[in-house]
């Protein structure tokens, strides 16, 4: 049966692409679903390789899973799936350089000012999410500490920045390609859950492979530094004398909303991060997982106990 060039599915009726000239599922028709233009620069790649003279060359017999073989590959090429935080594409070989480039021809969907720069998109995020921290908290706090307010918003976009960037700086690692991008989608369910659902952008790294120990690292970068940052505010909340409450306390808060950011994104379902690092290593999962839960608990029942009457309070 025909097989999707794109996804790798088999499919009865397929569609072909007149400017890369493969077939394509309903789901891959169009150009931009497909990545038209990473494929073309794929084809050239493997046209240069095939027409250079080079000597005889037995390739070593690699095994691979029934269900990697179908889903994952064709003809030896590892197809691309997207997910919402990252985009996968194909092998790094069919990545153009400076894809992110204006100039470059390739066609990113699903982001919105898709070739501002880096900054611009995190200045807008972070923005949003500040504005939505300010919000969010303006009712539970009174006026005498309404200065306690703009440190909570801080906490709340710098867990989120923070997190989006601990993928970002291990993909650097790596040597991928990698920007923040706003979501299209993102910011509309923002705008539509009046900041309930806060996803106005997040990491896109080009040329990973869909489960790998580049995926994996990448993926988990992102809970570890809330573990990490989460933590460091926790402690703090201990040091801070108690004639300086609430700055104590809300430090405490701001561990609680790492702590919440980084549990909700180790879900192993749908676009979290969760579940490629359970596919990928279970032993990473649960680290991560048996770390960030507990310390979750710990500082809602302090936050919603008398608890934080004894710790916090002079």
């Given at each position: 049966?025909?097989?999707?060039?794109?996804?790798?599915?088999?499919?009865?009726?397929?569609?072909?692409?007149?400017?890369?000239?493969?077939?394509?599922?309903?789901?891959?028709?169009?150009?931009?679903?497909?990545?038209?233009?990473?494929?073309?620069?794929?084809?050239?790649?493997?046209?240069?390789?095939?027409?250079?003279?080079?000597?005889?060359?037995?390739?070593?017999?690699?095994?691979?899973s029934?269900?990697?073989?179908?889903?994952?590959?064709?003809?030896?090429?590892?197809?691309?799936?997207?997910?919402?935080?990252?985009?996968?594409?194909?092998?790094?070989?069919?990545?153009?350089?400076?894809?992110?480039?204006?100039?470059?021809?390739?066609?990113?969907?699903?982001?919105?000012?898709?070739?501002?720069?880096?900054?611009?998109?995190?200045?807008?995020?972070?923005?949003?999410?500040?504005?939505?921290?300010?919000?969010?908290?303006?009712?539970?706090?009174?006026?005498?500490?309404?200065?306690?307010?703009?440190?909570?918003a801080?906490?709340?976009?710098?867990?989120?920045?923070?997190?989006?960037?601990?993928?970002?700086?291990?993909?650097?690692?790596?040597?991928?390609?990698?920007?923040?991008?706003?979501?299209?989608?993102?910011?509309?369910?923002t705008?539509?859950s009046?900041?309930?659902?806060?996803?106005?952008?997040?990491?896109?790294v080009?040329?990973?492979?869909?489960?790998?120990?580049?995926?994996?690292?990448?993926?988990?970068?992102?809970?570890?530094?809330?573990?990490?940052?989460?933590?460091?505010?926790?402690?703090?909340?201990?040091?801070?004398?108690?004639?300086?409450?609430p700055?104590?306390y809300?430090?405490?808060?701001?561990?609680?909303?790492?702590?919440?950011?980084?549990?909700?994104?180790?879900?192993?379902?749908?676009?979290?991060?969760?579940?490629?690092?359970?596919?990928?290593?279970?032993?990473?999962?649960?680290?991560?997982?048996?770390?960030?839960?507990?310390?979750?608990?710990?500082?809602?029942?302090?936050?919603?106990?008398?608890?934080?009457?004894?710790?916090?309070?002079?």
């Open positions: 049966m025909p097989i999707c060039y794109h996804c790798g599915t088999e499919n009865s009726e397929l569609f072909s692409c007149s400017k890369c000239g493969q077939s394509y599922c309903r789901f891959h028709k169009d150009p931009i679903d497909h990545e038209c233009n990473i494929v073309i620069e794929s084809l050239n790649f493997t046209s240069q390789q095939d027409s250079q003279i080079t000597p005889p060359y037995t390739a070593p017999t690699q095994v691979l029934h269900s990697v073989a179908q889903s994952s590959m064709v003809d030896g090429v590892i197809r691309g799936t997207s997910d919402g935080t990252y985009t996968w594409y194909r092998q790094e070989q069919a990545v153009p350089e400076n894809a992110f480039d204006p100039d470059s021809g390739i066609s990113f969907k699903g982001i919105f000012l898709a070739h501002k720069s880096e900054l611009t998109h995190f200045l807008i995020a972070g923005i949003i999410i500040y504005a939505i921290g300010i919000i969010s908290f303006y009712s539970s706090i009174g006026p005498t500490y309404l200065w306690t307010l703009f440190i909570l801080t906490f709340y976009v710098t867990a989120f920045l923070f997190h989006e960037l601990g993928h970002r700086q291990v993909a650097v690692h790596f040597k991928l390609q990698t920007k923040f991008r706003l979501l299209t989608y993102g910011l509309l369910m705008l539509v009046l900041g309930r659902f806060a996803l106005p952008g997040a990491v896109v080009l040329g990973l492979d869909k489960i790998s120990r580049k995926t994996g690292l990448c993926k988990a970068a992102g809970p570890f530094v809330n573990l990490v940052y989460g933590t460091l505010l926790f402690l703090i909340s201990f040091i801070i004398p108690k004639t300086l409450y700055l104590n809300i430090f405490c808060i701001g561990a609680y909303l790492n702590f919440m950011l980084g549990s909700f994104n180790m879900i192993p379902f749908g676009i979290l991060d969760g579940q490629n690092i359970w596919k990928w290593k279970k032993k990473v999962y649960f680290g991560l997982i048996g770390s960030l839960v507990p310390l979750l608990i710990i500082t809602m029942v302090i936050m919603n106990t008398s608890i934080s009457l004894n710790l916090y309070l002079p």
